[in-house]
Every structure is written in structure tokens, then in C-alpha cells.
């Protein structure tokens, strides 16, 4: 299928990149639909959540393995249940700055994505992470 991008233009989408988002990105409730696409160029860290309803919603994600934090998130149960059955991808929403100082993720509310059931959702985890950890990892107090 072809699809209208913010980023890339149009381009022919592997069905199998779309995700129905069982709970919605935050701030987007209406939409539901998206492409996770990834660019060899870029790596296989970084990602772009395409929104199939609005061409020009685009969010960035990144793999969150990637960053120089400790991270292991808290799945709880209705959320698992939700996702389905098999494993899933986790990728956290980056905003990007003028430079890499300047630019974060959101550790707390992290993207989840289960291949298996075509089924993504963004939370709100119950554990103490920051919502604007640089991509550096450090923050003038010390690491995020």
C-alpha cells in the first residue's frame, strides 16, 4: 500500500509496519492507525511512528536499549493483556533540539509495540522515570 509521509513523502508500506494503537498516543486520541518506519540509513535505533489518518503526525521514536541509562520498565498486567499475546518492542518518544544537548526521551510513557497482534499503545508507567531525559543521558544533578 502506498502512504502519504511527513518525513519521506510517499511511499509503498509493508502492511505488516501498520500498528492499531489500543490506546492511543497521548494527545491524539483520535488516532488509532500507524506505520513504524525505520531507515537503514539511520540505524536500526531509531524509528518514525507514522500516523496513516494524518500525514503530517509524525513522532520519533528510539529504541531505548540505545541510550546510555539504565532502563527496564514495568509492564503492568492490563497492558500486557491489552498488547496480546508475544513479545513486543519498546520504543521511547524523542524530542529533538537543536543539538543532541538539547534533545530528549520520554522515559515515562514509553511506546510498546507487540508484531505478533499488530496491537501498539503508549503508557504511563508507575515507575519513577523522568519525561525529559537528554539524550546524553546526564542532567546537571547526574544521570537521568
Not at 17 to 32: A, K, Y
Not at 76 to 105: K, M
Request: proline share 8%; net charge negative; with cysteine.
Amino acid at each position: 500500500m502506498t502512504i502519504e509521509t511527513r518525513e519521506f513523502g510517499l511511499i509503498d508500506l509493508d502492511e505488516a509496519r501498520i500498528v492499531e494503537f489500543v490506546q492511543p498516543m497521548f494527545g491524539f486520541e483520535d488516532r488509532r492507525r500507524f506505520a513504524l518506519l525505520t531507515d537503514p540509513a539511520l540505524g536500526p535505533h531509531i524509528g518514525c511512528l507514522q500516523s496513516l489518518e494524518t500525514p503530517e503526525l509524525c513522532f520519533v521514536l528510539m529504541d531505548p536499549s540505545a541510550l546510555r541509562v539504565p532502563y527496564a520498565p514495568s509492564i503492568p498486567d492490563e497492558a500486557a493483556r491489552a498488547l496480546g499475546e508475544g513479545e513486543y518492542d519498546c520504543w521511547v518518544v524523542t524530542v529533538l533540539g537543536a543539538d543532541i544537548q538539547h534533545s530528549t526521551v520520554n522515559l515515562k510513557s514509553p511506546v510498546l509495540v507487540n508484531w505478533a497482534t499488530g496491537r501498539g499503545m503508549q503508557l504511563i508507567l508507575d515507575q519513577d522515570y523522568p519525561v525529559r531525559c537528554p539524550l546524553t543521558g546526564e542532567t546537571e544533578a547526574g544521570p537521568c
